[in-house]
């Protein structure tokens, strides 16, 4: 069954950099749009990044010009890298992707989700 799994999450500084990774099994990530979403304490989620497989990109306001989401297809795994970090972004942030490609992405229909992990940002 489909499964994702991130890592790299932890602690750091403001002003430091991170790079979060999802590793796709039983999923074709190549063929399908798959994105990151965060969640922080008291907050909704937030769809931050997201990356479609003819290579649209999608970066909230939030994280623009300091995320950079890629994709490695030989590894299906998906990548978050963070730079520079700010204390608004400690959150729990999740990987997720949609069940089938439909021509273009949207948070909305994504179906299936990681477990999280955790990013703290301190100053």
């Known amino acids: 069954r489909v499964r994702l799994e991130e890592s790299g999450g932890g602690s750091v500084q403001v002003g430091d950099s991170l790079k979060l990774s999802c590793t796709a099994f039983?999923?074709?990530?190549?063929?399908?749009?798959m994105g990151w979403v965060r969640q922080a304490p008291g907050e909704q989620r937030e769809g931050i990044a997201y990356?479609?497989?003819?290579?649209?990109?999608y970066y909230a306001d939030s994280v623009k010009g300091r995320f950079t989401i890629s994709r490695d297809n030989s590894k299906n795994m998906l990548f978050l890298e963070m730079n520079p970090v700010n204390p608004e972004d400690t959150a729990t942030y999740f990987c997720?992707?949609?069940?089938?490609?439909?021509?273009?992405?949207?948070?909305?229909?994504?179906?299936?989700w990681g477990q999280g992990t955790q990013v703290n940002v301190s100053s």
């Open positions: 997720a992707a949609e069940a089938r490609y439909r021509g273009g992405c949207d948070f909305s229909t994504f179906t299936y």
């Open positions: 039983e999923y074709p990530a190549d063929r399908r749009c």
């Open positions: 990356l479609s497989p003819r290579g649209v990109v």
